[in-house]
């Protein structure tokens, strides 16, 4: 499917519906060796003088290791449709298939960057910073509660390089 570059300024979407409704993938890695996961939690926004994506991966996620052996990550997302293969990528761990052939869904490359082909929307990031989520952090002790193994999220804020949408 072919997607053409938009600037950001031009985006037209809600960022909470679109990960909280819609969902996304989160893949990272090259063409040949990259892993993806589901996520619904993220941000989109402006940091140090650049559009940016904040996105939560747990540090057992195998896509975690992609995520901290490359510099890039994308986020594709569908917006509401691919349920059944927005499933998959979250329940199901790249160490132990290919998720990609499993759900019929397309790794493809554009330079050093993997997205989901069939995807609507995508945003290409460079890694700008990570953090560890911490709990002696959290103002709303609530929060503690999407923790109860403790396996608090590291996040990755990737400058926001280039956004596709499908023709």
């Known amino acids: 499917?072919?997607?053409?570059?938009?600037?950001?300024?031009?985006?037209n979407v809600n960022p909470v519906t679109m990960f909280s409704d819609g969902w996304a993938i989160l893949t990272a890695g090259s063409e040949n060796?990259?892993?993806?996961?589901?996520?619904?939690?993220?941000?989109?926004?402006?940091?140090?003088?650049?559009?940016?994506?904040f996105v939560f991966v747990r540090p057992q996620r195998y896509t975690h290791d992609f995520c901290e052996k490359?510099?890039?990550?994308?986020?594709?997302?569908?917006?509401?449709?691919?349920?059944?293969?927005?499933?998959?990528?979250?329940?199901?761990?790249?160490?132990?298939c290919d998720k990609f052939r499993e759900t019929g869904l397309t790794a493809k490359a554009d330079g050093?960057?993997?997205y989901c082909d069939e995807a609507e929307l995508v945003f290409?990031?460079?890694?700008?910073?990570?953090?560890?989520?911490?709990?002696?952090?959290?103002?709303?002790?609530?929060?503690?509660?999407?923790?109860k193994a403790n396996d608090y999220h590291?996040?990755?804020v990737g400058e926001i390089v280039k956004v596709l949408v499908k023709e």
Not at 33 to 53: F, L, Q, R
Not at 70 to 96: I, M, N, P, Q
Not at 124 to 147: R, V
Request: a negative charge.
């Open 1 to 11: 499917m072919a997607h053409k570059e938009i600037s950001i300024k031009e985006l």
């Open 33 to 53: 060796d990259c892993n993806g996961m589901t996520v619904s939690w993220g941000a989109i926004g402006e940091i140090w003088g650049k559009a940016a994506m």
């Open 70 to 96: 490359s510099d890039y990550f994308t986020v594709s997302c569908f917006g509401g449709k691919e349920r059944e293969a927005l499933f998959f990528f979250g329940s199901k761990s790249g160490r132990d």
């Open 112 to 114: 050093d960057y993997v």
């Open 124 to 147: 290409l990031c460079k890694k700008s910073a990570k953090t560890i989520l911490q709990p002696e952090n959290f103002f709303d002790g609530a929060i503690n509660d999407c923790y």
């Open 154 to 156: 590291d996040i990755y």
